[in-house]
């Protein structure tokens, strides 16, 4: 068969499979479409080709069995051995002899957390280990307030705050700590650990940067781990090497592509009880291009002239701040945390943080608790002042006073942390855990002498690389509260400072 025998017998063929084609059902309008689309767009024809053929060829693709077992097959007996084998890793470390004595001896408060509590045993001492700082929980408005919330309603939401757990108390308490900040908007969560933990990771993602101070809370640890970005540590409160830290993070990332980078600290430490240099920290976050987050858990409604934080005790402007975070618990007696900005970031955490969207929304009882707490705090500011006055007070009977302590905390703080002196450490040869047993005894004199008080109790600390290695000094810690005089205050220092003399002195 010559080439043209070959033209003519293929011509025919195609004239024959068009007549047949043509003759079946809806052809014509088939052929127009692929036509027509072929012309518009012939990327489209391409792909729904592909698609077509692939159908074609899963259709016409063997069967398999999804039951095919592609694992060993073991005997009982081997299972049996398998799981006498097995031991389970436990869900907490096993207590130590001296957690075990601590917890033997640890008074239980019965009633209320007031500054004089009555204990199981029928003893009424002074608390010093409460964050009641003013008194709030005697406050009969607020009793009255929280009990018309609760007869109105009920116990709680019982639901997350996207679904139907919002409620208008909700957002007025939202509206109340956004005016009193000075922020554009404010969102609630309902629990005050979960917060910052929360806020980090919906933000800093794998990849992303995050330079924090290695005294950072164990809640801000958390919400580092689970943010799982890479972590720059700088030294406590060091802005020099801050400063490094930034420097070496920028020139690391020049030719590396663009990635977001965020400054993690506190205000208030809760594991020193000293301050931030927020107007230091926010010329260098705008000098290297980071934003800042803030935890202001243990300053909101502690400083300042009106208890909005840090931003108001160093002048500066929260809208300066891009995320600051709080709680609601603590010093005003209610429960959960919040965290401020601009609309974005808050509206970004509705549907992107953890905490928000998987829990059950904040009781409206403290909800509506927290924002009366706050007018109580922008319209009666001489709460701040007495307590700021009796601070003052138990400085004059420990820091100055005492041969063998010295307090960590900024003088504004409430909570006062004691920590042993370097000499004396030294002198006494105490490692680690000789510290918190002899900070213990001094806590079991106290109490033995009517004052209760506490020992800085640090949560085991997040895994976060090898540069992470920083652990906080054994320390008392004791709270002032203005539920107390004057005189009371200057009894219960007085109390503590021999109560330390007396346990070092007895130390050989």
Not at 157 to 167: K, L, V
Not at 176 to 197: E, K, N, P, V
Not at 211 to 222: E, G
Not at 324 to 335: D, E, K, M, Q, T
Request: charged share 25%.
């Amino acid at each position: 068969m010559d080439f043209q025998d070959l033209h003519g017998w293929l011509l025919k063929f195609l004239d024959e499979v068009s007549d047949s084609f043509q003759k079946l059902p809806g052809s014509s309008i088939f052929l127009r479409y692929v036509k027509s689309s072929y012309q518009n767009d012939p990327v489209r024809s391409g792909i729904e080709l592909f698609l077509c053929l692939f159908a074609v060829r899963y259709l016409l693709a063997p069967a398999y069995s999804t039951q095919k077992k592609s694992y060993v097959t073991l005997s009982d007996e081997e299972v049996d051995e398998l799981v006498e084998e097995w031991t389970p890793e436990p869900l907490v470390a096993p207590l130590s002899d001296f957690e075990e004595a601590e917890n033997e001896k640890r008074p239980v408060i019965v009633g209320p957390t007031g500054p004089k509590s009555r204990l199981s045993n029928g003893r009424t001492v002074t608390n010093l280990a409460s964050y009641n700082y003013y008194n709030f929980i005697a406050n009969e408005t607020l009793k009255e307030k929280a009990i018309q919330t609760l007869r109105t309603y009920g116990v709680g939401p019982c639901g997350p705050p996207n679904f139907y757990g919002t409620q208008d108390v909700h957002m007025k308490t939202e509206s109340d700590i956004a005016a009193h900040i000075g922020a554009s908007a404010c969102i609630i969560y309902a629990q005050a650990f979960s917060t910052i933990s929360s806020v980090i990771p919906a933000f800093s993602k794998r990849g992303d940067i995050i330079v924090a101070d290695r005294a950072v809370n164990y809640m801000v640890r958390k919400g580092i781990q689970i943010s799982r970005s890479t972590v720059r540590w700088y030294d406590h409160n060091d802005l020099e090497d801050m400063q490094r830290v930034l420097e070496r993070v920028v020139k690391e990332q020049a030719k590396k592509p663009l990635t977001r980078r965020f400054i993690v600290t506190e205000g208030l430490f809760e594991n020193v009880g000293d301050m931030v240099d927020l107007p230091k920290i926010i010329e260098l976050k705008h000098r290297y291009k980071f934003r800042l987050i803030l935890d202001e858990s243990w300053s909101f409604g502690v400083l300042g002239r009106t208890g909005r934080g840090i931003t108001e005790h160093q002048n500066v402007d929260a809208a300066e701040v891009d995320m600051i975070v709080g709680s609601l618990a603590g010093p005003l007696c209610a429960g959960g945390g919040f965290c401020v900005g601009s609309d974005e970031i808050v509206e970004h955490q509705r549907i992107s943080s953890a905490a928000y969207t998987f829990s059950a929304a904040l009781s409206a009882m403290l909800a509506t608790t927290a924002s009366e707490t706050i007018n109580l705090l922008q319209t009666t500011p001489d709460i701040l002042a007495q307590s700021r006055e009796n601070i003052k007070t138990m400085w004059a009977q420990l820091d100055p006073r005492s041969d063998w302590v010295r307090c960590t905390s900024s003088i504004e703080n409430p909570m006062m942390l004691l920590v042993l002196k370097p000499e004396v450490v030294a002198q006494k040869r105490l490692s680690v855990t000789d510290q918190e047993v002899l900070l213990q005894d001094v806590v079991d004199e106290c109490l033995t002498n009517g004052i209760l008080i506490t020992r800085l109790k640090s949560m085991p600390r997040a895994s976060n690389g090898k540069d992470a290695e920083w652990e906080p000094q054994p320390a008392l810690k004791l709270c002032v509260t203005t539920g107390l005089s004057r005189k009371e205050i200057e009894r219960a220092g007085i109390t503590i400072r021999h109560a330390i003399t007396k346990v070092v002195k007895a130390r050989k």
